[in-house]
């Protein structure tokens, strides 16, 4: 078990997390159950699924699953671990279904993850479909359409509003027309760096007169500011006067706790997704939206420009990472408004760690709770042969 401790009396707001959290593997294991395992995760747009079998596939943490909209229309989510022998259910990154087919052993599910075939089972004693559903997992839409899932077992998870109520209804949103962008493409690029090296850099703009020519260049940086939330951070960027027209005049960029930013505009949003791989790698992963009414000049041109800005962030993030690691610097001081989203940030993460970490010592043991707990026979069994052989 992962132990993290805090220094008596330490209730300074104005440092940055210690270094060795952004590379202890054990740190890492405990994110991945206080945080990635019971957090609501902001991971696409309805707008991505068109019609009845359309899926996408996701992996954060190291936890695989999958969105596919039903006949219904509704939007459900599922590990994407096959009942039968661990195989991946769906093995492209997006496509259309008219039902899922495990192409190990061809087990199939429907839409909606009932077992609809295993293949010879039928002449086998006692064995009822009905217990081997996939593993579903919460979904939750929010009033933009964005689409939340959250993988804990539980029935009744932390509910999405006590984490994320608000951040549907900034008034900086209200201008937007979500229904009038189309799902265009995605891009992603792996980073040698651990995702709170990332989220950090995302949470300020302090660094963008130095290392972002183009904001610097359009953005009137002096009156950048940010608002807190339950679980966001909510950036203001006002474009420089001679860029305040047309297209550029508004843009919309939200943090959503723990690991995912969606920046709006007139001409398109995207979602980013900063998907840890490990204690010191990540994949970087984007959605882009084109707004049905942009040219294809204006599109382009916003497309790259976006681009720019987040290889110039990864290119930032490895070099801030190789010091990290190296065991020299332990933590440095943040500028109380210029970097007050880095400090909210510090705060939701050593919140979540904390109180997870106190209800492990409690138990005396680690506590996954993405971790199926209703048990068919197959589980029971699994659980026992796992206490008599001792392994965690």
């Given at each position: 078990?992962?132990?993290?401790?805090t220094?008596p009396g330490?209730t300074?707001?104005h440092?940055?997390l210690?270094?060795l959290?952004?590379r202890?593997?054990?740190?890492?294991?405990l994110?991945?159950?206080?945080i990635?395992a019971?957090?609501?995760?902001?991971?696409?747009?309805k707008?991505?699924?068109?019609k009845?079998?359309?899926?996408?596939?996701?992996?954060?943490?190291?936890?695989?699953?999958?969105?596919v909209?039903?006949?219904?229309?509704?939007?459900?989510?599922?590990?994407n671990?096959?009942?039968?022998?661990?195989f991946?259910?769906v093995t492209?990154r997006?496509g259309?279904?008219k039902?899922l087919?495990?192409?190990y052993?061809g087990?199939?599910y429907?839409l909606?993850g009932n077992?609809?075939k295993?293949?010879?089972?039928?002449?086998v004693p006692?064995f009822?479909p009905?217990?081997?559903?996939?593993y579903q997992?919460?979904v939750?839409?929010d009033?933009?359409?964005?689409?939340?899932?959250n993988?804990?077992a539980?029935?009744?998870?932390?509910p999405?509003e006590?984490?994320?109520?608000?951040?549907d209804?900034q008034?900086?949103l209200?201008m937007f027309n979500?229904?009038?962008?189309e799902y265009?493409?995605s891009?992603s690029m792996?980073g040698?760096f651990?995702w709170?090296?990332?989220v950090?850099?995302y949470?300020?703009?302090?660094?963008c007169?130095?290392?972002?020519?183009?904001?610097a260049?359009?953005?009137?940086l002096?009156n950048y500011a940010?608002?807190?939330g339950?679980?966001?951070?909510?950036?203001f960027?006002?474009?420089?006067?001679?860029f305040?027209k047309g297209?550029n005049?508004?843009?919309?960029?939200?943090?959503?706790?723990p690991?995912?930013?969606?920046?709006?505009?007139?001409?398109?949003?995207f979602?980013m997704r900063?998907?840890?791989?490990g204690?010191?790698?990540?994949?970087?992963?984007?959605e882009?939206y084109r707004?049905k009414?942009?040219?294809?000049?204006?599109?382009?041109?916003?497309?790259q420009?976006?681009?720019?800005?987040e290889?110039?962030d990864?290119?930032?993030?490895?070099l801030?990472?190789k010091?990290?690691?190296?065991g020299?610097y332990?933590?440095g001081?943040?500028?109380?408004h210029?970097?007050m989203g880095?400090?909210h940030?510090?705060?939701?993460?050593?919140?979540?760690i904390?109180?997870?970490q106190?209800?492990?010592?409690?138990?005396g043991?680690?506590?996954w709770?993405?971790?199926r707990?209703?048990k068919?026979?197959?589980?029971?069994?699994?659980?026992?042969?796992?206490?008599?052989?001792?392994?965690?």
């Amino acid at each position: 078990m992962a132990s993290v401790t805090t220094t008596p009396g330490d209730t300074h707001r104005h440092f940055s997390l210690p270094a060795l959290w952004y590379r202890a593997p054990a740190l890492y294991q405990l994110e991945r159950r206080a945080i990635f395992a019971k957090k609501w995760l902001q991971i696409t747009h309805k707008n991505r699924f068109t019609k009845p079998g359309d899926f996408a596939a996701f992996e954060v943490a190291g936890y695989p699953f999958f969105i596919v909209k039903n006949r219904e229309g509704e939007l459900r989510g599922f590990h994407n671990v096959c009942r039968h022998r661990a195989f991946p259910v769906v093995t492209a990154r997006e496509g259309n279904a008219k039902i899922l087919a495990c192409g190990y052993h061809g087990w199939s599910y429907g839409l909606k993850g009932n077992l609809a075939k295993a293949p010879r089972f039928q002449d086998v004693p006692g064995f009822k479909p009905e217990d081997y559903s996939l593993y579903q997992i919460h979904v939750h839409i929010d009033a933009c359409g964005f689409v939340w899932v959250n993988l804990d077992a539980r029935d009744e998870p932390l509910p999405w509003e006590a984490q994320c109520g608000g951040v549907d209804t900034q008034e900086q949103l209200k201008m937007f027309n979500m229904d009038d962008y189309e799902y265009n493409h995605s891009w992603s690029m792996d980073g040698p760096f651990n995702w709170k090296t990332l989220v950090d850099n995302y949470n300020e703009c302090y660094h963008c007169s130095v290392a972002h020519p183009g904001i610097a260049a359009t953005t009137d940086l002096a009156n950048y500011a940010v608002r807190t939330g339950k679980g966001f951070i909510a950036h203001f960027a006002r474009p420089k006067p001679e860029f305040a027209k047309g297209n550029n005049a508004h843009v919309a960029p939200t943090f959503m706790f723990p690991n995912s930013s969606a920046t709006v505009n007139a001409v398109y949003f995207f979602l980013m997704r900063v998907v840890p791989l490990g204690p010191t790698d990540v994949s970087l992963q984007y959605e882009v939206y084109r707004h049905k009414n942009c040219t294809d000049k204006e599109f382009e041109e916003m497309d790259q420009f976006m681009k720019q800005i987040e290889n110039e962030d990864r290119v930032i993030c490895t070099l801030v990472q190789k010091n990290l690691n190296a065991g020299v610097y332990q933590a440095g001081p943040l500028h109380p408004h210029h970097e007050m989203g880095v400090q909210h940030l510090k705060g939701m993460i050593k919140t979540a760690i904390l109180e997870h970490q106190k209800m492990e010592e409690q138990q005396g043991h680690d506590i996954w709770p993405a971790r199926r707990i209703v048990k068919t026979g197959a589980e029971a069994t699994a659980e026992e042969e796992e206490k008599r052989s001792h392994i965690k």
